[in-house]
């Protein structure tokens, strides 16, 4: 988990609420990915960013927005169009878009988000 | 579109015995194949990657990888079990070309090695 942080550690969220979930490297990596984790269903892909000030959608990214105005931060904001937020959510970094055999993605120890 | 399997989500072992972690794979293309570990509430770590070259790969903590492109697998193995890597094994894939460095992963293999 060394070079990315992510908090807190633990989260709850009221009906109604937007919560925003921090994410922050030290790694000089370009890229940032936001997974979230249920049991049994593996790791989805959120959002994902390849250079600052731009991003993309994963594969369940309604309910959730991002922003990257900095390279070392990615912060995931859980809105409340989001009906079912209880999750464990994990960010991710790699050096760079290029798909190359260094691209190896480095975890953070994740978010867990309860809803209230 | 890419996809993992893991068709055991749970695998017994006795501390000593082999270990064995299947994982099978859907690529339009040659894939890059990695293994993650996760201990329970903690993000995950890398283990191993696939890329190119020697079909086995040889990774932390005394973890190997078999790819086998005829079979489309990546298994996991270790040749004795201990205690300590009982947690949870994900398989991830990645096409090498375009796809933005995205990782699909498979659903998770819980190892539970027991004396």
């Known amino acids: 988990d060394g070079g990315i942080t992510q908090s807190p550690k633990y989260l709850f969220r009221k009906e109604g609420q937007n919560v925003t979930l921090s994410c922050e490297q030290n790694l000089n990596h370009d890229a940032m990915y936001w997974y979230r984790q249920d049991p049994g269903q593996g790791l989805r892909l959120i959002y994902y960013s390849q250079i600052v000030n731009d991003f993309q959608k994963g594969d369940i990214a309604e309910g959730y927005s991002v922003s990257r105005e900095k390279k070392e931060s990615f912060p995931l904001t859980v809105t409340s169009a989001q009906k079912n937020p209880t999750a464990f959510y994990l960010c991710?970094?790699?050096?760079?878009?290029?798909?190359?055999?260094?691209?190896?993605?480095?975890f953070g120890a994740g978010t867990r988000l309860s809803v209230l | 579109a890419q996809s993992v399997a893991q068709p055991e989500d749970q695998v017994n072992v006795a501390e000593g015995n082999p270990l064995t972690v299947k994982c099978t794979y859907s690529v339009s293309g040659n894939p890059y194949l990695f293994w993650y570990v996760q201990y329970p509430n903690r993000g995950l770590q890398f283990l191993l990657k696939y890329i190119t070259g020697d079909n086995l790969v040889k990774g932390s903590y005394g973890f190997e990888a078999e790819f086998n492109k005829s079979q489309t697998s990546f298994h996991l193995k270790k040749p004795s079990a201990l205690v300590s890597d009982s947690a949870l094994y994900f398989c991830a894939v990645r096409v090498p070309t375009g796809g933005g460095n995205k990782l699909t992963f498979g659903t998770g293999t819980q190892l539970k090695v027991e004396l």
């Open positions: 991710a970094s790699s050096v760079g878009t290029k798909a190359g055999a260094k691209n190896i993605q480095y």
